[in-house]
């Protein structure tokens, strides 16, 4: 690290410092890149931003509505739709079966639940993109759980605004 370390260097070091604290080998990734810069998110007249159509086997499925979806056992699955920014959609996972909806999916069915995630999410995305998100793509994923998985977006990506203006519009 040099003594005046960039925010690329940190960033490079934290993801593989995750790795060395369990003393796992670091594998390649971030799977999206670092700062997502190997997957930019596309425009989209409703939501703002998302994720782009993407099928890399063992990376990515991703369809053209920016929605990602997993799916473990067999039978009848629950559908759960998980909503939310980067953190959501999985970021900084080396494969995409080391994201935690994955590993999620595949613990569901290991104990007699089948299940259907799919991932609506894109990095930097607030409850303003979230809920438009649920309005437009409720009706096709048709899930029977919704997740909102929120982290500070709403409170720090919103410096145009006071911080009491942000958590009041987060409420």
């Known amino acids: 690290l040099s003594p005046d370390p960039s ?3 940190l960033n490079e070091l934290a993801w593989k410092q995750s790795f060395i604290d369990y003393k ?3 594998p390649e990734g971030p799977r999206e890149g ?3 810069r190997d997957y930019p998110p596309v425009e989209d007249d409703v939501l703002g931003w998302r994720m782009a159509e993407r099928n890399v086997p063992a990376m990515f499925t991703v369809n053209n509505h920016g929605v990602q ?3 473990a ?3 009848d699955k629950l559908s759960v739709m998980i909503v939310g ?3 959501a959609g999985g970021a900084y996972a080396s494969t995409e079966a080391n994201t935690y909806f994955a590993e999620f999916a ?3 069915a290991k104990d007699g639940s089948p299940v259907e995630i799919s991932v609506l999410a894109a990095g930097a995305w607030t409850s303003l993109n979230e809920f438009a998100a649920v309005k437009r793509e409720f009706t096709r994923v048709n899930p029977d759980v919704i997740i909102l998985l929120d982290g500070l977006n709403d ?3 919103r410096v145009d605004l006071p911080l009491q203006d942000r958590v009041v519009e987060y409420r």
Request: hydrophobic letters at 40%; charged letters at 10%.
């Open 7 to 9: 925010g690329d260097e």
């Open 24 to 26: 796992w080998p670091i």
């Open 34 to 36: 670092l700062w997502g």
């Open 69 to 71: 979806t997993f799916s």
């Open 73 to 75: 056992g067999t039978g």
């Open 85 to 87: 920014g980067s953190v």
């Open 106 to 108: 595949v613990e569901m």
């Open 155 to 157: 409170l720090t990506c």
